[in-house]
C-alpha cells in the first residue's frame, strides 16, 4: 500500500505508556514517513519507569521524574485526553473533548487502571500506587511512627509492605488468599515468602475478608471478617488493577479481559489495522497454546516493539510479520531478596537448584510432565540458562 507509507497516512497510538512509546518507537524504526499521533490520559510526558515506585523511591524519597523512559520521538502529542469511543468502519477514534481522530492504523495502549476498594474514595489516608503523584502522596504519609496497614498480598502489596518495614514501620498485610502471591508462586513457593515477610516483622493476616474501613474524613482500622479491627494510621489498597477496555464497548472488537488478539499482536475484529501491546492486550500465545495477559515491565517494552512494527509491515503490505513468542517475566526485589520468575505455573513443582529452607534456589514448574516455568530466587545468573531450556521445551 504505497500511500500508507507516504507522508499523508497517520497511526493512532491510544495512551501514552510505557507499551504505547515503545510501539510509536517501533514505528518511527519501521521508516513510517506518516503522522504518529499520540492520546494520553496523563498529562505528563514521556511515562514513569513504574517498577522503582514501590521500591526505591518510597524508601528513599527519591524524585520520580528522574525515573521518565525516554520520550524523545517524532510524534503529535495529545495529553490530558482520554479516548471514549472507536468506529471501526469509519476508523475514527472519538476524545472527551468532543474531537476525533481518522487513522490508517490504531495502537490500543490503554493500560489497566487500578483498583480501589469500594466506600474508600475520599479518605485523605488511603492511598494506591500506580502514578507518580500516587508514590509521592504515599511517600509523604510514611513518617516515622506510623502503623501501615497494605491490603492486597500480590507483588505490588508486598513489595510496599517490605520497603514500609525497611522504613522501620509497623505492618500488617491483608490477603483473601491463604498466601501471599500465589497467584505467581503457587502453593509450594508462596509459604515461603511469607516466611520471609514473617521474619522481617510484618503482621500477616491471610484468607480474610476486608469488609470497610473505620472513620469519615480519615480512615483509622480496616473491618474484618469475625469482628477483628486492624488500626493504622495510612492503608494502602493493593488489590490489582483491569484492563483500561471501557472505551471499547460496542466497538466491535473481541473483548476479553483485554482487548483479544492472535499471536501476532492484531485485534480480533481489526482487520490488521488495530494492533493491541501492554497490560491491556489479552493475546494469544502459540508456545503455552492459550492467551495470556501479563501486567509486567518487561513484557509492556517488548510487546510494544513488535506490534508496532507488525502494524507498519501489515499496512505497508511489506516485510515480515511475527508471532509475539516472549515467555513472560516478572522479578520482585523484597527486603534482600531478589525474585525472577519466566515462563508460567506449572501444577508440578521441583526444587532443582537448593532446598526450600535456603536463602537461594531455583524452582521449576511443569504441567503434565512439560517444564512451563522457572523461579530464580537470589540466582540471576540462573535465570537466562532456565529461560532457555523452558522455551526450548515449549517449542519441542
Not at 509523604?140 to 514501620?169: D, H, K, N, S, Y
Not at 477483628?228 to 494502602?236: L, M, N
Not at 521449576?364 to 532456565?386: E, K, M, Q
Request: proline content about 4%; glycine content about 10%.
Amino acid at each position: 500500500m504505497e500511500g500508507f507509507m507516504s507522508n499523508r497516512a497517520h497511526i493512532v497510538v491510544v495512551g501514552s505508556s510505557l507499551a504505547g512509546v515503545r510501539c510509536a518507537e517501533a514505528i518511527r524504526r519501521a521508516e513510517f514517513a506518516g503522522t504518529v499521533t499520540l492520546v494520553g490520559a496523563e498529562k505528563h510526558y514521556p511515562p514513569v519507569d513504574r517498577p522503582p515506585l514501590s521500591k526505591k523511591v518510597l524508601r528513599t524519597g527519591d524524585d520520580a521524574e528522574a525515573l521518565r523512559v525516554d520520550g524523545g520521538l517524532a510524534v503529535d502529542l495529545l495529553l490530558g485526553r482520554e479516548a471514549t469511543g472507536l468506529d471501526l468502519g469509519a476508523r475514527r477514534v472519538s476524545l472527551d473533548d468532543g474531537t476525533a481522530l481518522d487513522y490508517d492504523g490504531l495502537v490500543i495502549a490503554t493500560g489497566a487502571t487500578v483498583r480501589r476498594l469500594p466506600g474508600t474514595e475520599g479518605r485523605r489516608n488511603v492511598h494506591v500506587l500506580r502514578t507518580v503523584e500516587d508514590a509521592a502522596a504515599l511517600r509523604a504519609a510514611l513518617v516515622p511512627g506510623v502503623r501501615v496497614a497494605v491490603i492486597g498480598a500480590g507483588v505490588l502489596g508486598c513489595e510496599i509492605a517490605a520497603t514500609c518495614r525497611q522504613l522501620e514501620l509497623e505492618v500488617t498485610m491483608i490477603d483473601a488468599f491463604s498466601q501471599p502471591m500465589l497467584r505467581v508462586l503457587g502453593p509450594s513457593v508462596a509459604p515461603l515468602l511469607a516466611d520471609l515477610h514473617r521474619q522481617r516483622g510484618v503482621r500477616l493476616l491471610l484468607h480474610r475478608e476486608v469488609l470497610g474501613l473505620r472513620g469519615e474524613q480519615a480512615a483509622d482500622a480496616v473491618l474484618l471478617d469475625h469482628d477483628e479491627v486492624v488500626e493504622a494510621d495510612v492503608i494502602v489498597v493493593a488489590i490489582g488493577a483491569f484492563p483500561e477496555t471501557r472505551w471499547l464497548s460496542g466497538s466491535g472488537l473481541e473483548l476479553a479481559d483485554g482487548v483479544a488478539c492472535d499471536s501476532e499482536c492484531f485485534a480480533i475484529g481489526g482487520e490488521r489495522r488495530v494492533v493491541a501491546a501492554g497490560d491491556v492486550a489479552r493475546w494469544y500465545h502459540r508456545l503455552f497454546r492459550r492467551t495470556l495477559r501479563v501486567e509486567h515491565w518487561t513484557n509492556a517494552v517488548s510487546q510494544g516493539l513488535l506490534a508496532g512494527r507488525n502494524l507498519v509491515a501489515s499496512l505497508a503490505e511489506t516485510g515480515e510479520i511475527a508471532a509475539y513468542d516472549a515467555l513472560p517475566y516478572f522479578w520482585t526485589d523484597q527486603y534482600d531478596w531478589k525474585l525472577q520468575f519466566v515462563g508460567a505455573l506449572g501444577e508440578e513443582v521441583r526444587f532443582e537448584e537448593g532446598e526450600p529452607g535456603d536463602r537461594q534456589f531455583v524452582a521449576s514448574y511443569r504441567t503434565d510432565g512439560r517444564l512451563v516455568g522457572a523461579l530464580c530466587a537470589n540466582r540471576p545468573s540462573r535465570i537466562a540458562p532456565w529461560r532457555s531450556r523452558i522455551a526450548a521445551e515449549l517449542a519441542g
